[in-house]
Protein backbone atom coordinates (compact mmCIF):
# COMPACT_ATOMS: atom_id res chain seq x y z
CA UNK A 1 0.00 0.00 0.00
CA UNK A 2 1.21 3.65 -0.39
CA UNK A 3 1.33 6.32 1.50
CA UNK A 4 -1.40 8.32 -0.25
CA UNK A 5 -3.45 5.54 0.09
CA UNK A 6 -2.72 5.02 3.74
CA UNK A 7 -3.53 8.51 4.67
CA UNK A 8 -6.52 8.43 2.92
CA UNK A 9 -7.70 5.55 4.47
CA UNK A 10 -6.77 6.43 8.12
CA UNK A 11 -9.41 7.39 10.09
CA UNK A 12 -10.07 6.99 13.71
CA UNK A 13 -12.08 3.66 14.02
CA UNK A 14 -15.03 3.77 17.44
CA UNK A 15 -15.84 0.16 16.78
CA UNK A 16 -13.79 -2.70 16.46
CA UNK A 17 -14.75 -6.80 15.95
CA UNK A 18 -13.03 -8.99 18.80
CA UNK A 19 -10.85 -10.88 16.97
CA UNK A 20 -7.51 -10.70 18.31
CA UNK A 21 -4.41 -8.82 16.66
CA UNK A 22 -1.33 -11.29 15.80
CA UNK A 23 1.66 -10.16 17.85
CA UNK A 24 3.43 -10.38 14.69
CA UNK A 25 1.66 -8.17 12.95
CA UNK A 26 1.79 -5.34 15.52
CA UNK A 27 5.75 -6.04 15.84
CA UNK A 28 5.85 -5.69 11.84
CA UNK A 29 4.29 -2.50 12.63
CA UNK A 30 6.30 -1.01 15.08
CA UNK A 31 9.76 -2.36 13.82
CA UNK A 32 9.10 0.30 10.74
CA UNK A 33 7.12 3.03 12.88
CA UNK A 34 10.43 3.23 15.08
CA UNK A 35 11.71 5.12 12.00
CA UNK A 36 10.04 8.29 12.99
CA UNK A 37 11.93 11.34 13.24
CA UNK A 38 12.68 12.52 16.70
CA UNK A 39 14.61 15.91 18.15
CA UNK A 40 18.31 15.00 17.73
CA UNK A 41 17.36 11.37 17.10
CA UNK A 42 16.78 11.22 21.24
CA UNK A 43 13.78 8.98 20.31
CA UNK A 44 12.39 9.19 23.61
CA UNK A 45 9.86 6.98 23.42
CA UNK A 46 8.87 3.39 24.91
CA UNK A 47 5.56 1.58 24.68
CA UNK A 48 3.62 -1.38 25.94
CA UNK A 49 1.17 -3.17 23.92
CA UNK A 50 -0.91 -4.98 25.30
CA UNK A 51 -3.84 -7.51 24.88
CA UNK A 52 -5.62 -10.77 26.01
CA UNK A 53 -6.15 -10.99 29.80
CA UNK A 54 -4.38 -7.97 30.66
CA UNK A 55 -6.18 -5.57 28.52
CA UNK A 56 -9.09 -7.13 30.09
CA UNK A 57 -7.83 -6.01 33.63
CA UNK A 58 -7.23 -2.51 32.41
CA UNK A 59 -11.07 -2.42 30.56
CA UNK A 60 -12.12 -3.65 34.23
CA UNK A 61 -10.44 -1.11 36.23
CA UNK A 62 -11.01 1.76 33.56
CA UNK A 63 -14.90 0.69 34.28
CA UNK A 64 -14.61 0.34 38.17
CA UNK A 65 -13.26 3.90 38.10
CA UNK A 66 -15.33 4.96 35.57
CA UNK A 67 -17.11 7.98 37.72
CA UNK A 68 -13.83 9.25 38.84
CA UNK A 69 -12.35 12.44 37.18
CA UNK A 70 -9.95 11.35 34.73
CA UNK A 71 -6.38 12.26 35.81
CA UNK A 72 -3.67 12.29 33.15
CA UNK A 73 -0.34 12.63 33.24
CA UNK A 74 -0.04 15.33 30.69
CA UNK A 75 -3.52 17.38 31.54
CA UNK A 76 -5.95 17.89 28.95
CA UNK A 77 -6.61 21.45 27.47
CA UNK A 78 -8.85 23.45 29.97
CA UNK A 79 -10.83 25.39 27.27
CA UNK A 80 -11.80 25.20 23.63
CA UNK A 81 -11.78 28.67 22.61
CA UNK A 82 -13.35 29.84 19.30
CA UNK A 83 -12.72 27.63 16.34
CA UNK A 84 -11.29 24.80 18.05
CA UNK A 85 -14.41 24.52 20.11
CA UNK A 86 -16.24 24.84 16.83
CA UNK A 87 -14.45 21.64 15.27
CA UNK A 88 -15.05 19.71 18.67
CA UNK A 89 -18.70 20.02 18.78
CA UNK A 90 -18.77 19.08 14.85
CA UNK A 91 -17.38 15.58 15.67
CA UNK A 92 -19.27 15.18 18.80
CA UNK A 93 -22.16 15.52 16.80
CA UNK A 94 -21.62 13.03 14.34
CA UNK A 95 -20.49 10.85 16.35
CA UNK A 96 -23.39 11.08 18.86
CA UNK A 97 -25.64 11.51 15.48
CA UNK A 98 -24.91 8.18 14.29
CA UNK A 99 -25.06 6.44 17.43
CA UNK A 100 -28.15 7.40 17.75
CA UNK A 101 -27.10 9.38 21.19
CA UNK A 102 -29.72 12.78 21.76
CA UNK A 103 -27.85 16.33 23.28
CA UNK A 104 -29.62 15.76 26.32
CA UNK A 105 -29.68 11.99 26.93
CA UNK A 106 -26.85 11.77 29.62
CA UNK A 107 -27.72 8.16 29.92
CA UNK A 108 -26.30 6.93 26.58
CA UNK A 109 -23.49 10.21 26.55
CA UNK A 110 -22.36 8.43 29.68
CA UNK A 111 -22.67 4.49 27.87
CA UNK A 112 -20.75 6.53 25.20
CA UNK A 113 -17.86 7.83 27.51
CA UNK A 114 -17.80 3.70 28.51
CA UNK A 115 -17.72 2.51 25.56
CA UNK A 116 -14.63 5.23 25.08
CA UNK A 117 -13.04 3.48 27.88
CA UNK A 118 -13.40 0.65 27.07
CA UNK A 119 -11.21 1.41 23.76
CA UNK A 120 -14.37 0.85 21.38
CA UNK A 121 -14.09 -2.96 22.27
CA UNK A 122 -10.41 -2.68 20.68
CA UNK A 123 -8.53 -6.35 21.24
CA UNK A 124 -4.69 -4.20 21.76
CA UNK A 125 -3.56 -1.35 22.63
CA UNK A 126 -0.59 0.47 22.19
CA UNK A 127 0.42 2.72 25.34
CA UNK A 128 3.76 5.53 24.87
CA UNK A 129 5.25 7.04 27.32
CA UNK A 130 8.44 8.97 27.92
CA UNK A 131 10.71 9.74 30.59
CA UNK A 132 9.73 12.33 33.11
CA UNK A 133 12.74 13.72 33.96
CA UNK A 134 13.00 14.59 30.37
CA UNK A 135 10.39 16.18 30.09
CA UNK A 136 9.76 18.48 33.83
CA UNK A 137 12.90 20.07 33.61
CA UNK A 138 13.59 22.82 36.40
CA UNK A 139 11.05 25.20 35.81
CA UNK A 140 9.95 24.68 32.48
CA UNK A 141 8.82 21.65 30.46
CA UNK A 142 10.35 20.48 27.45
CA UNK A 143 7.31 19.54 25.28
CA UNK A 144 9.34 18.37 22.13
CA UNK A 145 9.12 14.51 23.67
CA UNK A 146 5.50 14.70 22.98
CA UNK A 147 5.59 16.50 19.24
CA UNK A 148 7.95 13.04 18.27
CA UNK A 149 5.91 10.91 20.08
CA UNK A 150 2.84 12.29 17.93
CA UNK A 151 4.95 11.48 14.77
CA UNK A 152 5.66 7.63 16.07
CA UNK A 153 1.74 7.63 16.63
CA UNK A 154 0.96 8.86 13.21
CA UNK A 155 3.39 6.56 11.71
CA UNK A 156 1.73 3.51 13.69
CA UNK A 157 -1.55 4.63 12.79
CA UNK A 158 -0.85 4.49 9.02
CA UNK A 159 1.30 1.39 9.04
CA UNK A 160 -1.76 -0.48 10.92
CA UNK A 161 -4.02 0.44 7.51
CA UNK A 162 -1.59 -1.94 5.25
CA UNK A 163 -2.80 -4.99 7.59
CA UNK A 164 -6.88 -3.89 7.37
CA UNK A 165 -6.48 -2.62 11.37
CA UNK A 166 -8.48 0.22 12.50
CA UNK A 167 -6.76 2.44 15.17
CA UNK A 168 -7.45 5.41 17.42
CA UNK A 169 -5.54 8.27 19.28
CA UNK A 170 -7.07 8.35 22.37
CA UNK A 171 -6.95 10.71 25.68
CA UNK A 172 -9.60 8.24 27.49
CA UNK A 173 -7.03 5.56 26.87
CA UNK A 174 -4.94 7.27 29.43
CA UNK A 175 -7.99 8.85 31.95
CA UNK A 176 -6.14 6.87 34.61
CA UNK A 177 -2.30 6.16 34.37
CA UNK A 178 -1.92 4.79 37.76
CA UNK A 179 -4.28 1.89 36.56
CA UNK A 180 -2.03 1.64 33.66
CA UNK A 181 1.30 2.04 36.21
CA UNK A 182 -0.25 -0.95 38.52
CA UNK A 183 -0.96 -3.72 35.30
CA UNK A 184 1.74 -2.94 33.11
CA UNK A 185 4.65 -2.26 35.71
CA UNK A 186 5.28 1.04 34.43
CA UNK A 187 7.31 2.92 36.52
CA UNK A 188 6.32 6.76 38.27
CA UNK A 189 9.50 7.87 36.59
CA UNK A 190 7.26 7.85 33.33
CA UNK A 191 5.43 10.04 31.46
CA UNK A 192 1.93 8.54 30.12
CA UNK A 193 1.44 9.88 26.90
CA UNK A 194 -1.39 8.51 24.85
CA UNK A 195 -3.19 5.01 24.13
CA UNK A 196 -3.86 3.90 20.90
CA UNK A 197 -6.61 1.50 20.42
CA UNK A 198 -5.91 -0.78 17.47
CA UNK A 199 -8.23 -4.05 15.95
CA UNK A 200 -10.11 -4.70 12.93
CA UNK A 201 -12.59 -2.32 12.50
CA UNK A 202 -16.75 -3.34 12.57
CA UNK A 203 -17.83 -1.79 9.29
CA UNK A 204 -21.21 -2.57 10.04
CA UNK A 205 -21.25 0.73 12.57
CA UNK A 206 -22.47 3.27 11.22
CA UNK A 207 -19.68 5.23 13.19
CA UNK A 208 -17.25 4.23 11.23
CA UNK A 209 -18.22 5.34 8.17
CA UNK A 210 -18.02 9.13 8.00
CA UNK A 211 -15.18 10.98 7.65
CA UNK A 212 -14.23 14.02 9.91
CA UNK A 213 -13.85 17.14 7.92
CA UNK A 214 -10.78 19.46 7.45
CA UNK A 215 -10.67 23.31 6.60
CA UNK A 216 -9.78 23.76 3.29
CA UNK A 217 -6.24 24.32 2.23
CA UNK A 218 -6.41 28.12 1.75
CA UNK A 219 -7.60 28.89 5.38
CA UNK A 220 -4.70 27.52 6.99
CA UNK A 221 -1.88 27.86 4.35
CA UNK A 222 -0.05 31.24 3.31
CA UNK A 223 2.71 30.93 0.46
CA UNK A 224 5.11 33.12 0.47
CA UNK A 225 7.83 33.62 -2.68
CA UNK A 226 6.27 31.85 -5.47
CA UNK A 227 5.83 33.60 -8.56
C1 LIG B 1 -4.18 13.20 21.12
C2 LIG B 1 -5.52 12.70 20.65
C3 LIG B 1 -6.44 12.24 21.59
C4 LIG B 1 -7.68 11.76 21.18
N1 LIG B 1 -8.56 11.25 22.10
C5 LIG B 1 -9.75 10.75 21.69
C6 LIG B 1 -10.63 10.17 22.64
O1 LIG B 1 -10.33 10.07 23.83
N2 LIG B 1 -11.83 9.71 22.19
C7 LIG B 1 -12.18 9.77 20.87
O2 LIG B 1 -13.30 9.34 20.53
N3 LIG B 1 -11.35 10.30 19.94
C8 LIG B 1 -10.14 10.78 20.32
N4 LIG B 1 -9.27 11.28 19.39
C9 LIG B 1 -9.59 11.19 17.97
C10 LIG B 1 -9.98 12.52 17.34
O3 LIG B 1 -11.28 12.86 17.72
C11 LIG B 1 -9.84 12.40 15.81
O4 LIG B 1 -8.49 12.18 15.49
C12 LIG B 1 -10.32 13.66 15.09
O5 LIG B 1 -11.70 13.83 15.29
C13 LIG B 1 -10.04 13.58 13.59
O6 LIG B 1 -10.69 12.45 13.04
P1 LIG B 1 -9.91 11.29 12.29
O7 LIG B 1 -8.89 10.73 13.24
O8 LIG B 1 -10.99 10.28 11.97
O9 LIG B 1 -9.27 11.85 11.08
C14 LIG B 1 -8.03 11.77 19.79
C15 LIG B 1 -7.09 12.23 18.85
C16 LIG B 1 -5.85 12.67 19.27
C17 LIG B 1 -4.85 13.12 18.22
Known amino acids: ?????????????????SKPVPREILKDIMELALRAPSWANTQPWEFSIVSGKKLGEIKQAYLARADEPPALDLPPPQEFPGQFGTRRRAIGKTVFELKGIGREDQEKRKWWELQGLQLFGA????????????????????????????????????????????????????????????ILEIP?????????????????????????????????????GFE
Open 123 to 182: PAAIYIYIDRPFYFQGDTVNVWPIFDCGLIAENIMLLATRHGLGTIPQRQAVNCPQVLRK
Open 188 to 224: DSKLIVLGIAIGYPDWGDPVNRFRSEREALDKVVRWH
Open 1 to 17: MDIIDAIHQRKSIRAFE
